[in-house]
């Protein structure tokens, strides 16, 4: 399902852009990955790369597989003064452009109800990861405060322009902490943690 880069760069710059900063602190401080590699999957504008980038010394991929998003990455990316520290890459979470075992960090907020099949995705994850590398994947706002400050912001927004929000924004499918520990499991990957909670849905992974 495409997805429109002026669109997805509005919402992140926007009501969306508190997220971002708080995900990557939870990031880091979960997992103490303060340099190396890492891939932001379905990175987008890449708020999330960016968020990174500021605070940690990653070496940062923004993949997406679209060529329109990774151009406006780009934008974002040149504007926020880090050329160098965040590249641009187009590719597929199903066929990730990096050998095995290459990979410190892999991250995403809010790609995987675009993937086209969760249990190939999580295994080409867990297959550039090195040993004792990490993933955290999912989708959500951080923390149950920051949600319901944007949703009512949201609301606000929207009511006057007669729109439903969460209509609006809603993904193209729901994925639940069912569909991905069936996934997990297909992909053969042991060492992982589903976490359903106030700061979203997240999976884990330590590659060991």
Not at 128 to 133: D, Q, R, W
């Amino acid at each position: 399902m495409k997805t429109d880069p002026e669109r997805m760069d509005f919402i992140s710059k926007g009501t969306f852009a508190p997220i971002y900063p708080l995900i990557a602190k939870q990031i880091i401080e979960k997992f103490c990955v303060n340099e190396g590699v890492c891939i932001d999957v379905g990175a987008g504008p890449a708020p999330l790369s960016i968020a990174l980038a500021k605070i940690t010394d990653l070496n940062i991929y923004a993949l997406d597989i679209s060529d329109d998003m990774c151009r406006k990455a780009q934008e974002n990316i040149y504007t926020e003064g880090l050329y160098g520290r965040i590249i641009p890459l187009q590719g597929d979470v199903q066929n990730i452009p990096f050998k095995d075992n290459l990979v410190d960090l892999v991250v995403s907020r809010g790609s995987i109800p675009f993937w086209q099949d969760l249990s190939s995705s999580f295994k080409e994850i867990n297959r550039v990861l090195k040993p004792e590398g990490v993933g955290y994947v999912g989708g959500g706002f951080g923390s149950s405060k920051m949600k319901q400050k944007i949703e009512k912001t949201m609301t606000k927004e929207f009511k006057s322009k007669e729109i439903d929000f969460k209509e609006r924004y809603n993904p193209p499918k729901k994925i639940s902490p069912k569909d991905l520990e069936k996934a997990i499991h297909k992909a053969n990957i042991n060492n992982y943690e589903v976490i359903n909670d106030d700061s979203g849905l997240w999976v884990t992974i330590r590659k060991v």
